[in-house]
């Protein structure tokens, strides 16, 4: 069974850092891209992150030069470490991870998401 399990979220100050992870397992086989999006209250999830099996990257305006996604395949984990946070960085983080048939087939598997609080 497929499983996207992020870790890794807590509560900091403003100016703090933490680092998010996320290992996908099972039967997931193929991992082309793994990204992070975020969701506050009464907003809508928003990109924020993403990383394919190249190596590229790809950031959302907001976090760019503060936040850096990676990965290490030999785990199929993508960590998301986020840097000088603002409280606006508040939110539930979640991973999305796209595989080769996913998405050619159009689907792709979601993580449950971890809370991060950004006091100020």
């Known amino acids: 069974q497929a499983q996207v399990v992020e870790s890794g979220g807590g509560t900091v100050q403003v100016g703090g850092s933490l680092r998010l992870s996320c290992e996908a397992s099972?039967?997931?086989?193929?991992?082309?891209?793994m990204s992070w999006y975020r969701q506050s209250p009464g907003n809508q999830r928003e990109f924020v992150a993403s990383i394919i099996k190249s190596g590229t990257t790809n950031y959302a305006g907001a976090i760019e030069g503060r936040f850096f996604i990676s990965r290490d395949d030999t785990k199929n984990t993508a960590y998301l470490q986020m840097n000088n946070l603002k409280a606006d960085d508040t939110a539930v983080y979640y991973c999305?991870?796209?595989?080769?048939?996913?998405?050619?087939?159009?689907?792709?598997?979601w993580g449950q998401g971890t809370q991060v609080t950004v006091l100020s």
């Open positions: 999305k991870v796209d595989t080769e048939t996913g998405r050619e087939l159009g689907y792709d598997y």
């Open positions: 099972g039967s997931l086989f193929n991992i082309y891209g």
